[in-house]
């Protein structure tokens, strides 16, 4: 039998809001790896105007509303997906990294500016 997609039944704010914690987990100057295969993801990036830039990427920024959300942080840290130190970090479990969110193609939008 197939896994099922979204096996925590995350809603559409945490699934975003993981996509953009794991996509920063990858990108210099936002992450640091800490103990058990966790990554410290730090240095959250702020929106200019409609997007912010994340590595060769834009998001939209209606895309990451859940970053500036105690509570959106407060469910992933209940799943077992993170430990929230909110508004700064977040320490990303490996559950956290290896959860198959979705959403990195519809979010993180590649773009040449």
């Known amino acids: 039998m197939a896994p099922k997609r979204n096996p925590l039944n995350l809603n559409p704010l945490q699934l975003k809001t993981l996509t953009l914690l794991q996509a920063l987990a990858r990108l210099p100057g936002h992450h640091r790896p800490a103990d058990e295969g966790a990554v410290l993801v730090g240095n959250l990036p702020s929106p200019h105007g409609d997007h912010f830039h994340l590595g060769e990427a834009v998001v939209m920024t209606r895309d990451a509303t859940g970053l500036a959300n105690e509570a959106a942080w407060l469910a992933l840290e209940r799943k077992g997906l993170i430990k929230s130190m909110f508004p700064e970090a977040a320490l990303l479990t490996p559950a956290g990294l290896a959860y198959e969110t979705g959403l ?10």
């Open 104 to 113: 990195a193609d519809a979010i993180l939008h590649q773009s040449g500016h």
